[in-house]
């Protein structure tokens, strides 16, 4: 049974610019949600998509947003770049929230 | 507002002892509580799983405890190994969101 899939692994991208992330579930998995990781701040939470519509939303601000398509797999957009949003991107499927969270090995993204 | 906090930074254990992470919170009454295990530059692996009423859960060499009175988990990893040698998240889940701990740095020197 294939993984969480994300795409790319790294990406160096200059301020202003934008930049989208995408990420395949697991196979059966309706459940997508999207974390940034730092080390200051560690994983913070940054939507959850179910069957095409987001379901929570982090406390970020407008430029991060995302979608899911019919089967399941999401993307994540981050406009307007800043240095600040250099981190590594998470995502993570779920068939049901109590039985954990199976994640991705995330995409590094370098703002410079 | 909601807070997780996780005992340590770093912890540093003898191998063949007793690992045991903290887990608090605040301010949110989770309907389960799971703890993560991330290497670096790799993605969280779910490890376990507890639910609110549930007092303790063990899987092979891990043990997991749960005190919605306290606001606490403990997670501890018996007969430890270099290979458990990782950073361990906590995680709350209260139906609506999840929020992660910042995680503890588990060294177990040989």
């Known amino acids: 049974k294939a993984g969480v899939t994300q795409t790319p692994r790294y990406l160096i991208k200059t301020r202003g610019q934008q930049v989208t992330l995408s990420c395949s579930p697991i196979?059966?998995?309706?459940?997508v949600s999207w974390y940034q990781q730092t080390p200051g701040q560690g994983l913070q939470f940054l939507f959850e998509?179910?069957?095409?519509?987001?379901?929570n939303k982090g406390n970020f601000p407008g430029r991060f947003s995302g979608r899911q398509f019919s089967n399941s797999r999401s993307e994540m957009n981050v406009s307007t770049l800043e240095l600040g949003d250099s981190a590594l991107y998470l995502c993570?499927?779920?068939?049901?929230?109590?039985?954990?969270?199976?994640f991705g090995s995330g995409t590094r993204l370098t703002v410079v | 507002s909601q807070k997780i906090e996780q005992n340590s930074e770093a912890l540093n254990i003898q191998e063949g002892k007793t690992a045991t992470l903290t887990c608090n919170y605040t301010?949110?009454?989770?309907?389960?509580l799971q703890w993560y295990r991330q290497d670096p530059g790799r993605g969280p692996v779910f490890l376990l799983l507890?639910?609110?009423?549930?007092k303790e859960k063990r899987k092979e060499r891990l043990k997991v405890t749960f005190d919605t009175t306290l606001k606490q988990s403990l997670f501890h990893i018996t007969a430890s190994q270099p290979a458990d040698s990782a950073t361990y998240l906590c995680?709350?889940?209260?139906?609506?969101?999840?929020?992660f701990g910042k995680g503890t740095r588990l060294h177990i020197l040989p």
């Open positions: 995680a709350l889940d209260g139906g609506d969101k999840i929020i």
């Open positions: 993570a499927s779920s068939s049901a929230s109590n039985y954990g969270y199976t």
């Open positions: 507890i639910r609110e009423n549930e």
């Open positions: 196979s059966g998995h309706r459940s």
């Open positions: 998509y179910f069957s095409e519509t987001q379901r």
């Open positions: 301010n949110y009454s989770p309907a389960y």
